[in-house]
């Protein structure tokens, strides 16, 4: 497929020298009923950077980028992203939204189309491409996390990590400022765990910005700029990788990496 | 009783002469208010399931109790409500403008059709709607996907391939209960059977109908099969 003719940009542009922030996030509170998820969580995001989130599970960092994504809503705080307070409907926030994408733990593709269907959609139908561009520009993204080949098969004839790829491939069909991954290798064999988190380390290296929820702290070693350790709904740490997994300063993330490591 | 006799018994040829052009006729008034009723029940069907969905709680009461009435109470009950019940206030109507409507009982059988299978297919539809996974609607809500083609190209592909098995279903039931259209002076196919036996009382001309309406049954069943299997190619 001649990739010329789309020339999607998000791929091909260098890293721009972070400065701006693109989302910043302050006094964050989401509450599921009784319980208390996020707890007054104060956040700077800044273009480009890469963010890995851990932490054990109920510690609120899936909530913490769902609410980014506006999948979920915030209780208070103020959460602004790409120039858009995201907690008021406007125009600015719409567009900001629409630069958004998200992979999910259990990909959520579209059962009933074709891979090349997934990514044609929202292309086709948000963004206004005519099918033939749309296809163009779905198959460089599918060439992209190297899945190009299956594009008429069924999200059920492929294995979980080409699942995932697609997924990954969906979302970067819109051209996201700001990806979210949310456990990506979560629901993953172990044997391709791998072929996933490789098409993101692709990525990071784009100057894309990035968060990710995962458990893979090899990866979180080898992308992140930034490792943010939640726990019970607060932000416990916000260190440098090496920081991180060297000399953590709470005793409650030097268990969980005791737990890890052992 | 030998064969021949027993043939005419159920098939006596020179009743069958008489009576096949109005039996054909039969079966197609008994075709054409099913197919017009049941394709606007879909249609009603579907925005009284996205009501009794919504998060706004009126519609969701309304919804719910029209459904709530036109499964809980018999159709025949509904069908003459509607032609003598409505039909008995005649000068109203003819205030309104509404007589003709009101005072021809094919318009009236298909309303009532119409009416109540939009309640049974409302039921299925909404069942189907909410079968989805909710992960499917927050993929399309993260692509930014307005609702409609949230719903248009996303929910509902899926949700037709649940709701198909129940849909087929619920148009046996309809055929089978268009019936009663008789009971209103249409002539449907059991209007047809209803006059052919007044005439000759031979209960044969009841089997012929009983073997017809077991006939549009079968081309349902096997096109309902067809549909089905054709929706769910891309399970693998």
Known sequence: MNSSITAPDSLCVPALPKRES????????KWYGNFQVLHAIDLTVSQGERIVLCGPSGSGKSTLIRCISRLEVADSGVIRALDADLGKPSPARHKALREIGMVFQNFNLFPHMTVLQNCTLAPMSVRGFSRKRAEAHAR?????VGIENQANKYPSQLSGGQQQRVAIARALCMEPKIMLFDEPTSALDPEMVKEVLDVIVTLADTGMTMLCV???????????ERVL?????????????????????????????????? | ?????????????????????????????????????FSLGALLGLLLALGRLSSNRWLRGLTG?????????????????????LGSFKSFWQDVGLWWFFRDAWLCTLLAFTLNTAAYQAEIMRGALTAVAPGQREAAQMLGLSRWATLQKVILPQSLLVAIGPLGNELILMIKASSIASLVTLYDLMGVAKLAFSRSFDFQIYLWAAVLYLAIVEVVRRTFKRLERSLSKHIG
């Not at chain 1, 460089?140 to 992209?144: G, T």
């Not at chain 1, 416990?236 to 005791?258: N, Y």
């Not at chain 2, 018994?9 to 109005?22: D, T």
Request: glycine share 6%; net charge negative; hydrophobic share 50%.
């Open chain 1, 140 to 144: 460089h993204f599918l060439d992209k």
């Open chain 2, 65 to 85: 109790t029209y459904m709530y009435f036109f499964r809980g109470s018999p159709l025949l009950a509904q069908l003459f409500m509607l032609y003598y019940g």
């Open chain 1, 22 to 29: 693109v989302v910043q996030i302050s006094g964050l509170n």
């Open chain 2, 1 to 37: 009783m030998n064969i021949e006799s027993l043939l005419s018994a159920l098939l006596n040829l020179e009743l069958f002469e008489r009576y096949a052009p109005r039996f054909i006729d039969g079966l197609l008034v008994t075709a054409k208010l099913v197919a017009i009723s």
């Open chain 1, 229 to 262: 350790f939640l726990d019970a709904g607060r932000i416990v740490e916000d260190l440098p990788p090496e920081q991180f997994f060297t000399a953590p300063k709470s005793d409650r993330a030097q268990a969980f990496l005791a737990q890890i490591h052992h």
């Open chain 1, 214 to 224: 995962t458990h893979e702290m090899g990866f979180a070693r080898q992308v992140a």
